[in-house]
């Protein structure tokens, strides 16, 4: 039974931690569009439905369901999912 808490425990540390890199990396997308003055439009973190959502100036801010994945989406870049 232990082992098996070991598991879960060292499983959710390591969905945290990718979760925290994805964040940082997203990150690095978003101030590098900021820096070349490219509007960003989305800013989100992790895939499925939106668990939390935070509208800034001009950025939406999300925070999805599965922490694996995360996009920068910026002004004028065309929606593929039409």
């Known amino acids: 039974m232990i082992n098996f808490l070991l598991y879960v425990l060292y499983l959710l540390i390591g969905l945290l931690a990718t979760g925290f890199v994805l964040f940082l990396h997203e990150l690095g997308h978003y101030i590098a569009a900021k820096t070349f003055g490219a509007e960003v439009e989305v800013f989100g973190i992790g895939i499925g439905p939106v668990l939390w959502r935070h509208w800034g100036k001009k950025t939406e801010f999300r925070l ?4 694996f994945g995360g996009y920068c989406r910026l002004s004028g870049s ?3 999912t039409v």
């Open 64 to 67: 999805s369901l599965i922490p």
């Open 78 to 80: 065309e929606d593929l």
